[in-house]
T-cell receptor, first 112, second 109 residues
Framework: DTEVTQTPKHLVMGMTNKKSLKCEQH?????MYWYKQKAKKPPELMFV???????INESVPSRFSPECPNSSLLNLHLHALQPEDSALYLC???????????FGEGSWLTVV | DAKTTQPTSMDCAEGRAANLPCNHS???????VYWYRQIHSQGPQYIIH???NNETNEMASLIITEDRKSSTLILPHATLRDTAVYYC??????????FGQGTTLQVKP
C-alpha cells in the first residue's frame, strides 16, 4: 500500500481553466517528484524537489507550475493546458534523492 | 544516465517461476539496480533493488551478475495478479529514476 496520497483521482478541465493536483506524504521524506504518464508509455520525470527546493526541471512547459509548500506537500498547478496534456500524473517521494522512490496512485487528468 | 534493455514481453505459467532479464552494461560502480512494476492504471510499485549482491524479499529475488552488467528479477511462484509491466531501472547519481519501456509479463492459467 502506497503512503503517497494524491488528489483528486480524476480531473476534467477546460483549456482556459486553472486547477491544481495535490500530493501528500507523511513518511518524513525530503525528496518529492512529479511524473507524467501517457497511455501505453512509461512514466516521464517532470520535476524533482529536494528539501522543498526545486532541484530538477526536465524542461517542462510553464503551463505546469510545481510548488512545495512544506516537506509533506507537493502541488502541481495547471493553467492553459492542451488536450495533449491529458495523462496520468504521478507523485512520488523518497527519503532523500538517491534513495528508494515510492509512488502514489496517480491523478488522471483529461483536458477538454 | 545508464540505460537498461529488457525484452518487450514475456509469458509465464501460473505457479511457475518468472525470470525477467535486464541488461545494464553502462552501469557505474555506485549505481543501484531497481525493479518496479505497474499494474494497469495504478502507480508503479517498488519491488526490490540491489548494488552488487543478490537480494531477496517477500516479493521477489534479484540476481546481479558479478560484472554488474545484467540482472534477473525472479518471481518464485507467479500468480495471475503478477501480470504487469516490469521496469528495470538504474538509479542515477542525481537521483533521477528514468523509466525504460519495461517488460510486459503475462501470467497465464
Amino acid at each position: 500500500d502506497t503512503e503517497v496520497t494524491q488528489t483528486p483521482k480524476h480531473l476534467v478541465m477546460g483549456m482556459t481553466n486553472k486547477k491544481s493536483l495535490k500530493c501528500e506524504q507523511h513518511m518524513g521524506h525530503r525528496a518529492m517528484y512529479w511524473y507524467k504518464q501517457k497511455a501505453k508509455k512509461p512514466p516521464e520525470l517532470m520535476f524533482v524537489y529536494s528539501y522543498e527546493k526545486l532541484s530538477i526541471n526536465e524542461s517542462v512547459p510553464s503551463r505546469f507550475s510545481p510548488e512545495c509548500p512544506n516537506s509533506s506537500l507537493l502541488n502541481l498547478h495547471l493553467h492553459a493546458l492542451q488536450p495533449e496534456d491529458s495523462a496520468l500524473y504521478l507523485c512520488a517521494s523518497s527519503q532523500v534523492t538517491g534513495n528508494t522512490i515510492y509512488f502514489g496512485e496517480g491523478s488522471w487528468l483529461t483536458v477538454v | 544516465d545508464a540505460k537498461t534493455t529488457q525484452p518487450t514481453s514475456m509469458d509465464c505459467a501460473e505457479g511457475r517461476a518468472a525470470n525477467l532479464p535486464c541488461n545494464h552494461s553502462t552501469i557505474s560502480g555506485n549505481e543501484y539496480v531497481y525493479w518496479y512494476r505497474q499494474i494497469h492504471s495504478q502507480g508503479p510499485q517498488y519491488i526490490i533493488h540491489g548494488l552488487k549482491n543478490n537480494e531477496t524479499n517477500e516479493m521477489a529475488s534479484l540476481i546481479i551478475t558479478e560484472d554488474r552488467k545484467s540482472s534477473t528479477l525472479i518471481l518464485p511462484h507467479a500468480t495471475l495478479r503478477d501480470t504487469a509491466v516490469y521496469y528495470c531501472i538504474v538509479l542515477s547519481n542525481t537521483g533521477k529514476l528514468i523509466f525504460g519501456q519495461g517488460t510486459t509479463l503475462q501470467v497465464k492459467p
